[in-house]
């Protein structure tokens, strides 16, 4: 016996609509994109392609905002291989602002809905006091526009909002899981690039015609006084510092999530351990010295608060040291392998780091670069007359010449290396202390939180980001403003220190899971 299944007629009608809207818009696209072909206008087609990208995305975020924040993470890495290949068009760069609203109004929707858990941060006090004053100085008299104003405030404070996204986003171990696994995918895909490009050369993931912005960024070399020549490596972006900036990350990240699993599931263990080799030989191979100086201190760091940290207890901390030592025979090995395959990539940067960083050396900067030059640069902010009140914010900020050029202003003739010297010019005495009271909120808070999870598997990913926190709120700024004003950075910076404030709430439910009594069926987190 066969029973019918009848539509309501309006059902019925709103899919024929649908269908035959879908099918208008195939149509029109397939000709657009046919007229491109023909004409051979494939960056046309390229741009035509990303817009329908764009909306597609746009919608998938609007329906979720927790695929939102990975939409967002994967354009932000992703976004200057695009500008390198599409002429560096600023509605490129200025992408990843838009799609981080929409993740913004989402969320908010979201919470609106009471489908999501905010937070209080401790610092927040700090961080708003730090905001007000930033909107002040977008007015600074001493400013020559208030497009500088407008620019440094987006750069200091769009990304802040993310804290609050990255705390409702880890409702669960998998959750966590899912989050740390798919930066892992992304950075072993960059950072392999990366080390593939360091021993091809510029040729490789760059176009051989760039607009002029991006043509000298991408072919840098780092030449020491014996003459001993390397190419800076740029990967997928525009820029050798910005990958060295993202080694950064991308070390925290890797470090972080393999003493987790190492402590808590051996599923995906194996694969974090193979990204610690390969982001030590990306590290080592980019020719810049303060990505592999850092690199060496946060491997030490790490290892040693993982020791501290460690379930001494349950017996764990064996397992730590012999984990370590794994990792060490793990890089040691990936060194040699790399030496035999590519001995001139290897020795060429080995021997900058050792005629520029040994202190021995006739040729050693290590002094100079890490103490004296950015000691001086920030004394020299005090040169300045305006150094009380400063010049307002995002006067010396990147994407300075963009501004002058589309608004034709100029910028003030004013600027020092040092990050703490660049605060007191764009922002006077007030926005450097500022600034060091927000910093130290940030790590007394988060340091607090690294405690309480001292003991327990989390205890490693809570103790890199406050790691991430303090090396860019302090040395790094410290020694000049970029890596803070880096999106990547400083995406993550407020992303990450999200995660961290909820990694409490997760331990605390697994160990209720732990303790249920039998009568009750306990509440597993990890599938």
């Known amino acids: 016996m066969r029973v019918a299944s009848v539509l309501p007629s309006g059902q019925f009608g709103r899919r024929r609509l649908l269908g035959l809207g879908t099918l208008v818009v195939g149509a029109f696209a397939a000709y657009?994109?046919?007229?491109?072909?023909?004409?051979?206008?494939?960056?046309?087609?390229?741009?035509?392609?990303?817009?329908?990208?764009?909306?597609?995305?746009?919608?998938?975020?609007?329906?979720?905002?927790?695929?939102?924040?990975?939409?967002?993470?994967?354009?932000?890495?992703?976004?200057?291989?695009?500008?390198?290949?599409?002429?560096?068009?600023?509605?490129?760069?200025?992408?990843?602002?838009?799609?981080?609203?929409?993740?913004?109004?989402?969320?908010?929707?979201?919470?609106?809905?009471?489908?999501?858990?905010?937070?209080?941060?401790?610092?927040?006090?700090?961080?708003?006091?730090?905001?007000?004053?930033?909107?002040?100085?977008?007015?600074?008299?001493?400013?020559?526009?208030?497009?500088?104003?407008?620019?440094?405030?987006?750069?200091?404070?769009?990304?802040?909002?993310?804290?609050?996204?990255?705390?409702?986003?880890?409702?669960?171990?998998?959750?966590?899981?899912?989050?740390?696994?798919?930066?892992?995918?992304?950075?072993?895909?960059?950072?392999?690039?990366?080390?593939?490009?360091?021993?091809?050369?510029?040729?490789?993931?760059?176009?051989?015609?760039?607009?002029?912005?991006?043509?000298?960024?991408?072919?840098?070399?780092?030449?020491?006084?014996?003459?001993?020549?390397?190419?800076?490596?740029?990967?997928?972006?525009?820029?050798?510092?910005?990958?060295?900036?993202?080694?950064?990350?991308?070390?925290i990240l890797v470090l972080g999530f393999s003493g987790y699993l190492l402590l808590r599931q051996k599923k995906g263990r194996a694969f974090a351990f193979i990204a610690i080799p390969v982001t030590a030989a990306g590290a080592f191979l980019t020719a810049s010295r303060g990505s592999f100086?850092?690199?060496?201190?946060?491997?030490?760091?790490?290892?040693?608060?993982?020791?501290?940290?460690?379930?001494?207890?349950?017996?764990?901390?064996?397992?730590?040291?012999?984990?370590?030592?794994?990792?060490?025979?793990?890089?040691?090995?990936?060194?040699?392998?790399?030496?035999?395959?590519?001995?001139?990539?290897?020795?060429?940067?080995?021997?900058?780091?050792?005629?520029?960083?040994?202190?021995?050396?006739?040729t050693s900067e290590l002094t100079h670069r890490g103490w004296t030059y950015p000691v001086d640069n920030f004394l020299g902010a005090f040169y300045y007359d305006r150094w009380p009140y400063g010049y307002g914010i995002g006067t010396t900020a990147l994407g300075g010449q963009y501004v002058a050029r589309f608004f034709n202003v100029k910028p003030p003739v004013i600027g020092v290396e040092s990050g703490f010297g660049t605060l007191v010019v764009e922002m006077g005495i007030v926005g450097l202390i500022l600034w060091l009271v927000m910093g130290l909120a940030i790590l007394f808070a988060a340091w607090r939180v690294v405690k309480k999870l001292k003991g327990s598997p989390w205890f490693p990913l809570g103790f890199v980001i406050f790691w991430y926190a303090f090396f860019l709120l302090f040395p790094a700024t410290f020694g000049g403003i970029q890596p803070y004003e880096d999106f990547l950075l400083n995406a993550y910076l407020w992303l990450l220190l999200g995660l961290l404030f909820r990694l409490p709430t997760l331990a605390l439910s697994a160990q209720y899971a732990a303790n249920a009594p039998v009568s009750e069926p306990a509440r597993r987190w990890i599938r």
């Not at 984990?323 to 001139?344: C, E, H, K, M, T």
């Open 293 to 362: 100086l850092w690199g060496m201190i946060n491997a030490a760091a790490t290892s040693v608060a993982f020791i501290w940290g460690a379930p001494w207890r349950q017996g764990e901390a064996r397992r730590v040291f012999r984990s370590i030592q794994r990792v060490a025979i793990g890089i040691g090995l990936g060194i040699v392998v790399l030496f035999y395959a590519y001995p001139d990539a290897l020795m060429s940067r080995l021997a900058i780091y050792e005629e520029t960083l040994t202190p021995g050396s006739p």
């Open 32 to 251: 657009e994109a046919a007229q491109y072909v023909i004409n051979g206008d494939i960056t046309g087609l390229a741009y035509a392609a990303l817009c329908l990208a764009g909306v597609a995305v746009v919608v998938a975020i609007l329906h979720s905002w927790r695929n939102g924040v990975y939409f967002f993470l994967s354009w932000l890495l992703f976004e200057d291989f695009v500008r390198k290949f599409l002429g560096n068009n600023m509605a490129i760069y200025f992408a990843k602002d838009f799609l981080v609203l929409i993740v913004y109004i989402s969320f908010f929707v979201a919470v609106r809905r009471k489908e999501v858990t905010i937070f209080r941060p401790p610092f927040l006090m700090p961080v708003l006091i730090f905001v007000w004053f930033g909107v002040i100085q977008i007015f600074n008299p001493a400013s020559t526009s208030i497009w500088y104003g407008l620019m440094g405030f987006k750069i200091f404070f769009y990304y802040v909002p993310l804290i609050f996204i990255g705390y409702a986003l880890l409702n669960s171990e998998a959750e966590l899981r899912r989050f740390f696994t798919v930066n892992l995918v992304l950075v072993l895909v960059i950072v392999s690039l990366g080390i593939t490009q360091s021993i091809l050369g510029p040729s490789f993931l760059n176009p051989e015609v760039q607009t002029e912005d991006l043509r000298a960024l991408s072919s840098l070399y780092r030449v020491t006084a014996s003459g001993v020549t390397a190419y800076r490596p740029t990967s997928v972006f525009v820029s050798a510092g910005r990958y060295a900036d993202f080694i950064m990350v991308a070390w």
